[in-house]
């Protein structure tokens, strides 16, 4: 089955402490993203990516860095420059990021606990 | 700027009765409107989409949804709730103005009484 696998779901740190979020896509999929959940605030765009080798920054891309090295792969490092880093993310993709008209496939996302 | 607005944090509904859980939305251009559903834990299901055409669109689940230019509403809406809609509802755009990102509502939680 076709779909994108985010691990650890849950992953627990002591702050001041660098942790990394994996995502990985079997969709042959170009475009990726990465949102953070907070209660009541829907979803917000931390970075995304369109292509191999190439991302840009979302809304609060600060204290966060991603790569995207291969096609499938989309980690994401929250650093210990991120505020409040305690969240649920979400991972997702589509076909392209001009497919203006394709829903966006979601894994079932990372909950960070830092302390 | 591009928006969308969930006016209500939760929508309580008995079971059998037609529920609608409201968006309006902000956006240059023509826009491309998604609703999706959250469970507990879980990531987002896609429910469906409105791209043109057919102001009234049918997605997964019995769920459907009206697009309304004049309103820039985009309103989900099923005939007879079932206990398992519960869940967390997400209502999206995108258009070609705001290039790949796409804005999510802040969501309503939706809970059906039996």
């Known amino acids: 089955d076709g779909g994108i696998t985010q691990s650890p779901k849950y992953l627990f740190r002591k702050e001041g402490q660098n942790v990394t979020l994996s995502c990985e896509q079997n969709?042959?999929?170009?475009?990726m993203y990465w949102y953070r959940q907070d209660p009541g605030q829907g979803l917000r765009l931390i970075y995304y990516?369109?292509?191999?080798?190439?991302?840009q920054k979302g809304d609060i891309a600060e204290g966060y860095s991603v790569s995207r090295e291969k096609k499938e792969s989309f980690p994401l490092t929250v650093t210990s420059a991120q505020k409040n880093p305690t969240a649920f993310y979400l991972c997702?993709?589509?076909?392209?990021?001009?497919?203006?008209?394709?829903?966006?496939?979601f894994g079932n996302g990372t909950r960070l606990t830092v302390t | 700027a591009q928006s969308v607005a969930q006016p209500e944090d939760q929508v309580n509904v008995a079971e059998g009765n037609p529920l609608t859980v409201k968006c309006t939305y902000s956006?240059?251009?023509?826009?491309?409107l998604f609703w999706y559903v959250q469970y507990p834990n879980r990531g987002l299901q896609f429910l469906l989409k409105?791209?043109?055409?057919?102001?009234l669109v049918k997605g997964s689940y019995g769920f459907e949804a009206e697009f309304n230019k004049s309103q820039t509403s985009f309103h989900l809406k099923k005939p007879s709730a079932l206990v398992s809609d519960s869940a967390l509802y997400f209502c999206?755009?995108?258009?070609?103005?705001?290039?790949?990102?796409?804005?999510f509502g802040s969501g309503t939680r939706l809970s059906i009484r039996p």
């Open positions: 969709l042959n999929h170009d475009a």
């Open positions: 997702a993709s589509r076909d392209r990021a001009t497919a203006y008209n394709s829903p966006l496939h």
């Open positions: 990516s369109q292509i191999v080798n190439d991302f």
């Open positions: 999206a755009v995108n258009s070609v103005s705001s290039a790949s990102k796409i804005i």
């Open positions: 956006v240059s251009g023509n826009p491309y």
């Open positions: 409105y791209i043109t055409g057919d102001n």
